[in-house]
């Protein structure tokens, strides 16, 4: 078993790393197509051709596109993504000061969203059709409809203008005490829980009802197990392929994918470096953001990936 | 600032300045009374205002205390360098822990700030003499080298300057004593001490190439500076100006989302916001504690029609558009009355060169009508380029949209995104739309967008009249004569120029009501962005 995970570590690291590299050509193309580029970006309204020549140069953007890549992809293959053409500070100092900002919000919405989740989905398979599945169930396709914003938007009105229970912005608030941090991190781990708790509930239930008919569960019922038995110990060790991905994609998504979340509060996350890249036309910092997005968004499906072969014997000796 | 705008509907916005500045020093009713009387005000009316200096002169201001405040933007390209500033935040931090030569009052002349005095003979030649014994953060003294360094950088291309079109005037800045420098320029401007005193220009220590230290002489030192975070400054004990700053310490963040921004300003973790919608007004002024802060200042967007290319070709298309602007509805129902009607030419009435007597150009369907037919225009569709980059620019672009119709002329409104707009569609689309930030002084806007040969003639109008015009008002130092230049300036730019203006827009503000200190400069909000030194907390 450990030789098979072996191998498919070894084949996913192969396939990651001819991804990266496409994505990264791509990712500099669209940057080089978007109208305007970093110079024009900073002077804006008050470019004069002359600046603009200078500031280019300054920037080495009159070093034609593909040589600037190639230096580009040198440098990350030395562990040195570069730095900002427009700040001039090193690309792994911006990450550095943003990355954690950005971890400790998925790890606290994690911790939150992913036990309530699970709870829910398999409650709700396991009692389907019931009154609580259909409250659940229509409460998590409502939810979801909800755009973030929106969500985001209502929680500041009410929790923190009306009732000035909560802070409306959420950073630079004291991490002193943990009351003050489960103050502080409250709204936008509620804005984020209510898209993907539903996200990851639906999967759940349907994977483990997709067990539950499945003719072996028959046989355990005329074993005489329980239900409690048959879900957990049966049916749910074969749902863990499914929902592993399910949890996978959703976390992926919390790393680069919380712009609204970031912009609402206020919270100094990698997603908004990522915009302020691309509309400074940053090419090294857009370029080193995409490839940490894309080098993420593999590790979690291949974790899955690995967790689904751990739970399901039948997976090892194909 | 209901007091202020009682005040300055009675008295002018001019005249309100400088008795609210005296009233602030500590001018006694009976001051008030002869300053009014000498500016040929009525007893009665005086004797009306002498209650308010009561209450301003009671307003003492206090120290201590900390105010977080937001500005509208945040990008890693925040930066403390006065060279590469470009917006509201960038400004709002350079004030806190810089000074330039000269600051701009609330009728935007020049006072000495970083130079005790400044003259000159012919308006070519200046002379600043440096006040003593003011320090830098780190407690270098300040020399005429730093003076000469923060101003001749920005005539290198390298520094990638935004006030690069303005140093091209400057010859030469050499120190000419121990606190002396003497600025030389290539044709005589009288107005080069405003010039000095705008944002760009502020002063850095000589040779400084990491400008995130942020060492000034200003009224705050920095402690901590996040470009696209936040920044935190501390007062400077060792500042100047006896008694200021008032807090002890300012945090400023940039929040790009109003609605979050007022939102944390009603729930009280702000006690300033910059930009706030005339949407978001009565809301904060409906909440009790929280204040609207209102400038009106010179801000513009306009409607730009090419001269050389497309239908502004021909000036009847021109006249033909102008007349089509409802300037009372658009004041109305897009900026909610938050701004005061232009009359198609920049200078707006806050300037002391405003010309008042151009009769105001009506809406009026019947001449649009007239003109649009003269000009042979045929049906075909023009098309109107407009983005939320230019304030205002596409609501504007429909409601001239609906009234073009009315005389079968069919403008096709193109919105583009805000994203690369100035490089892009700015200045290269035949009919489109632009903005233009407050500039402090007259000539300095007209040098910037209405010379001949300027890079921004946004409407590519050539009047040679008007730039000769233009120069003599620079070296023009009798009063009367080069108001009376202005005023031929801006009838020629209203009757010639390809441009639409209808609208000098107000900038508002959000603060809590214990946020004392605010009037208006019309260099922009939050006091022309330079509040951090006037506020104070009133606990």
């Known amino acids: 078993m450990n030789l098979l995970i072996l191998r498919l570590a070894l084949q996913r690291v192969a396939l990651a790393a001819v991804s990266l590299l496409v994505v990264s050509a791509l990712v500099f193309a669209i940057t080089a197509v978007l109208p305007g580029d970093a110079a024009q970006a900073q002077l804006g309204q008050d470019a004069t051709p002359e600046t603009l020549a200078a500031l280019r140069h300054q920037m080495g953007l009159d070093v034609p596109a593909p040589v600037r890549y190639g230096r580009w992809l040198a440098g990350l293959l030395r562990g040195q993504p570069g730095e900002s053409i427009v700040t001039h500070t090193p690309v792994a100092d911006m990450l550095a000061s943003r990355l954690p900002n950005s971890l400790l919000l998925a790890a606290i919405t994690v911790v939150v969203a992913v036990p309530l989740a699970l709870l829910l989905g398999i409650g709700a398979a396991m009692y389907r059709g019931s009154l609580f599945d259909r409250i659940v169930s229509s409460a998590a396709v409502a939810v979801v409809s909800v755009p973030e914003f929106l969500v985001a938007t209502l929680a500041v009105l009410v929790f923190a203008v009306e009732l000035h229970w909560l802070p409306a912005l959420s950073y630079g608030v004291s991490f002193d005490s943990p009351l003050k941090m489960l103050r502080s991190f409250a709204m936008p781990v509620l804005t984020l829980c209510c898209v993907m708790v539903a996200q990851m509930m639906r999967m759940t239930r349907a994977a483990v009802i997709d067990q539950l008919k499945a003719p072996y569960i028959e046989m355990v019922l005329l074993?005489?197990?329980?239900?409690?038995?048959?879900?957990?110990?049966?049916?749910?060790?074969?749902?863990?392929?499914?929902?592993?991905?399910?949890?996978?994609?959703?976390?992926?998504?919390?790393?680069?994918?919380?712009?609204?979340?970031?912009?609402?509060?206020?919270?100094?996350?990698?997603?908004?470096?990522?915009?302020?890249?691309?509309?400074?036309?940053?090419?090294?910092?857009?370029?080193?953001?995409?490839?940490?997005?894309?080098?993420?968004?593999?590790?979690?499906?291949?974790?899955?990936?690995?967790?689904?072969?751990?739970?399901?014997?039948?997976?090892?000796?194909? | 600032?209901?007091?202020?705008?009682?005040?300055?509907?009675?008295?002018?916005?001019?005249?309100?300045?400088?008795?609210?500045?005296?009233?602030?020093?500590?001018?006694?009713?009976?001051?008030?009374?002869?300053?009014?009387?000498?500016?040929?005000?009525?007893?009665?009316?005086?004797?009306?205002?002498?209650?308010?200096?009561?209450?301003?002169?009671?307003?003492?201001?206090?120290?201590?205390?900390?105010?977080?405040?937001?500005?509208?933007?945040?990008?890693?390209?925040?930066?403390?360098?006065?060279?590469?500033?470009?917006?509201?935040?960038?400004?709002?931090?350079?004030?806190?822990?810089?000074?330039?030569?000269?600051?701009?009052?609330?009728?935007?002349?020049?006072?000495?700030?970083?130079?005790?005095?400044?003259?000159?003979?012919?308006?070519?030649?200046?002379?600043?003499?440096?006040?003593?014994?003011?320090?830098?953060?780190?407690?270098?003294?300040?020399?005429?080298?730093?003076?000469?360094?923060?101003?001749?950088?920005?005539?290198?291309?390298?520094?990638?300057?935004?006030?690069?079109?303005?140093?091209?005037?400057?010859?030469?800045?050499?120190?000419?004593?121990?606190?002396?420098?003497?600025?030389?320029?290539?044709?005589?401007?009288?107005?080069?001490?405003?010039?000095?005193?705008?944002?760009?220009?502020?002063?850095?220590?000589?040779?400084?190439?990491?400008?995130?230290?942020?060492?000034?002489?200003?009224?705050?030192?920095?402690?901590?500076?996040?470009?696209?975070?936040?920044?935190?400054?501390?007062?400077?004990?060792?500042?100047?100006?006896?008694?200021?700053?008032?807090?002890?310490?300012?945090?400023?963040?940039?929040?790009?989302?109003?609605?979050?921004?007022?939102?944390?300003?009603?729930?009280?973790?702000?006690?300033?916001?910059?930009?706030?919608?005339?949407?978001?007004?009565?809301?904060?002024?409906?909440?009790?504690?929280?204040?609207?802060?209102?400038?009106?200042?010179?801000?513009?967007?306009?409607?730009?029609?090419?001269?050389?290319?497309?239908?502004?070709?021909?000036?009847?298309?021109?006249?033909?558009m102008k007349h089509l602007i409802d300037r009372e509805q658009i004041r109305k129902s897009v900026a909610l009355g938050h701004a005061v009607l232009a009359n198609d030419q920049p200078i707006d009435p806050t300037n002391r060169f405003h010309f008042a007597g151009l009769p105001q150009r009506p809406f009026d369907l019947d001449k649009a009508k007239f003109h649009l037919k003269k000009s042979g225009l045929g049906d075909a569709p023009v098309p109107v380029v407009a983005s939320p980059a230019a304030l205002y620019s596409v609501e504007m672009a429909l409601v001239m949209q609906q009234s073009a119709q009315k005389i079968g002329l069919n403008l096709d409104v193109k919105r583009m995104p805000a994203d690369g707009y100035w490089s892009n569609h700015w200045l290269n689309s035949a009919v489109g739309f632009g903005n233009v930030n407050p500039r402090p002084s007259a000539d300095t806007l007209l040098t910037l967008f209405f010379k001949s040969d300027a890079a921004w003639n946004e409407s590519r109008w050539k009047s040679e009249k008007f730039d000769q015009l233009l120069i003599a008002s620079r070296a023009e130092t009798d009063a009367a004569k080069r108001k009376q230049q202005y005023a031929d300036m801006q009838v020629m730019i209203h009757e010639q120029a390809g441009l639409g203006i209808p609208l000098f827009l107000a900038s508002l503000d959000g603060h809590s009501s214990k946020l004392k200190g605010l009037s208006p400069i019309p260099l922009g909000g939050l006091m022309g962005y330079s509040f951090a030194e006037h506020v104070w907390l009133d606990a």
């Not at chain 1, 919390?254 to 970031?262: A, D, H, K, S, Y």
């Not at chain 1, 080098?295 to 997976?315: E, F, G, K």
Request: glycine letters at 10%; hydrophobic letters at 40%; aromatic letters at 6%.
């Open chain 1, 223 to 318: 074993k005489g197990a329980t239900p409690m038995r048959t879900v957990l110990a049966h049916a749910l060790p074969n749902a863990v392929g499914p929902i592993a991905n399910a949890v996978a994609m959703t976390l992926s998504y919390l790393l680069g994918g919380v712009i609204i979340v970031e912009t609402i509060f206020n919270y100094p996350g990698v997603a908004s470096l990522m915009v302020d890249g691309v509309t400074q036309r940053d090419m090294p910092l857009v370029q080193t953001c995409a490839m940490l997005f894309c080098a993420a968004y593999l590790l979690l499906v291949t974790l899955a990936d690995i967790c689904s072969i751990v739970a399901n014997p039948r997976l090892r000796y194909r």
């Open chain 2, 1 to 320: 600032m209901n007091e202020r705008q009682k005040f300055e509907d009675l008295v002018g916005p001019h005249e309100s300045t400088r008795l609210l500045e005296a009233m602030k020093r500590g001018a006694s009713r009976r001051d008030v009374l002869a300053l009014l009387m000498a500016g040929g005000m009525q007893a009665t009316l005086a004797g009306g205002l002498s209650g308010l200096a009561r209450s301003v002169h009671a307003a003492t201001p206090k120290r201590g205390g900390r105010i977080r405040v937001a500005g509208a933007t945040a990008a890693i390209t925040d930066t403390l360098d006065p060279a590469k500033m470009s917006n509201q935040t960038d400004y709002s931090r350079g004030t806190m822990v810089y000074n330039g030569l000269t600051s701009l009052d609330g009728s935007l002349t020049p006072q000495p700030a970083l130079a005790e005095s400044f003259d000159t003979k012919d308006a070519k030649t200046w002379v600043f003499k440096l006040r003593k014994d003011v320090k830098f953060h780190d407690g270098k003294p300040l020399t005429p080298a730093d003076v000469v360094f923060s101003v001749m950088r920005h005539k290198d291309p390298a520094t990638g300057s935004k006030a690069k079109a303005l140093a091209d005037q400057i010859d030469s800045v050499k120190a000419s004593g121990t606190n002396e420098v003497t600025v030389t320029l290539s044709a005589a401007n009288a107005d080069l001490p405003v010039i000095l005193g705008t944002f760009h220009f502020m002063i850095v220590k000589d040779g400084t190439t990491d400008f995130n230290t942020g060492i000034g002489t200003g009224p705050y030192k920095l402690k901590e500076f996040k470009p696209g975070v936040r920044s935190i400054a501390v007062r400077n004990e060792a500042y100047w100006k006896p008694g200021r700053p008032y807090l002890d310490e300012i945090e400023f963040v940039g929040i790009g989302d109003e609605g979050a921004r007022v939102n944390a300003l009603l729930s009280g973790d702000l006690d300033l916001a910059g930009s706030v919608n005339p949407r978001s007004v009565d809301r904060i002024k409906g909440t009790p504690g929280f204040e609207v802060f209102s400038t009106q200042s010179g801000q513009y967007s306009d409607l730009i029609m090419r001269k050389d290319m497309g239908p502004g070709t021909n000036p009847d298309f021109i006249l033909a």
